[in-house]
Nanobody, 120 residues
Framework: VQLQASGGGLVQAGGSLRLSCAAS????????MGWYRQIPGKERELVAL??????TNYADSVKGRFTISRDDKKTLYLQMNSLKPEDTAVYYC????????????????WGQGTLVTVSS
């Protein structure tokens, strides 16, 4: 499985970005996928997950602002609205076999990361 993340960039606070993660290889609609983010010197943290039944799971800090989705072409998305400076981080997409888990250490496949910078 290969994951390729894209869509990061510089945006002002209150703005929006849409991240994409193109998956290839032996990945299926039932694969659990998600987004994590990391600030240098801090542990990688959960942003949002999407289960094989389409159900979603969000970190409290992004609920109501971010939306995770996926299409049938093996692409994962993260729509980020009302961005805040504290959302600045490198964002990683990840995938694993079911069942859904929240801890990043449980994920087997990772994209290379895409930097999101939110200016105040």
């Amino acid at each position: 499985v290969q994951l390729q993340a894209s869509g990061g960039g510089l945006v002002q606070a209150g703005g929006s970005l849409r991240l994409s993660c193109a998956a290839s290889g032996h990945i299926f609609i039932w694969t659990v996928m998600g987004w994590y983010r990391q600030i240098p010197g801090k542990e990688r943290e959960l942003v949002a997950l999407i289960n094989n039944d389409g159900s979603t799971n969000y970190a409290d800090s992004v609920k109501g602002r971010f939306t995770i989705s996926r299409d049938d072409k093996k692409t994962l998305y993260l729509q980020m609205n009302s961005l805040k400076p504290e959302d600045t981080a490198v964002y990683y997409c990840a995938a694993k076999e079911p069942p859904l888990r929240r801890a990043w250490v449980d994920y087997d496949w990772w994209g290379q990361g895409t930097l999101v910078t939110v200016s105040s």
